[in-house]
């Protein structure tokens, strides 16, 4: 088990059944390294809805041609808070798996990593290097996937351990 240290902050709740009794630390000191960490996902989102943007824009306007600049800025601010809802929800559950693979000095040490200015630093400009990854990597994933799929499965064909490729 992961105790929670002093200046070291867990979530809701210091342990989670679901986890194997497992802290939840959140890389936080009262707000040092967790305050940069929000602002980091902050502005991770910011960045992906100014991109998303455009094309969400072009929609709205193709039924309401007549939609003035004032509640197209207000639709943006509601959708970046719905998209930043949505991805508190999907990585809740992360510092849990961060529990079971670090022990809490090592994540004691990566907290104060992040309040250095390196850490710091880091924090600013991971948000347009993921976005810029992501970018770069999801649309070709799909690719990726088949074509990997596609060579294996002709190495199975020529060491006879299938008969066969079939359909996907």
């Not at 509601?78 to 079971?100: N, Q």
């Not at 991971?126 to 074509?147: K, N």
Request: with cysteine; hydrophobic share 45%.
């Amino acid at each position: 088990m992961v105790a929670a240290s002093p200046g070291l902050r867990c979530g809701t709740g210091d342990i989670d059944r679901r986890a194997g009794g497992f802290a939840r630390p959140r890389f936080a000191n009262d707000g040092d390294a967790g305050s940069g960490f929000d602002h980091a996902f902050a502005q991770q989102n910011a960045l992906a809805v100014a991109n998303l943007w455009p094309n969400l824009e072009r929609t709205i306007r193709a039924d309401n041609p007549n939609i003035d600049a004032g509640t197209l800025a207000e639709l943006q601010r509601e959708f970046e808070k719905i998209r930043l809802a949505r991805l508190h929800e999907i990585v809740k559950d992360l510092p849990t798996i961060y529990a079971r693979h670090l022990t809490a000095e090592q994540m004691r040490e990566i907290a104060a990593f992040y309040r250095s200015p390196t850490g710091q630093r880091m924090l600013q400009v991971l948000p347009s290097v993921m976005t810029e990854g992501f970018a770069l990597v999801l649309p070709r994933m799909r690719i990726v996937t088949d074509d990997s799929q596609e060579m294996f499965l002709k190495l199975l064909l020529e060491r006879g351990l299938i008969k066969a490729v079939r359909d996907r």
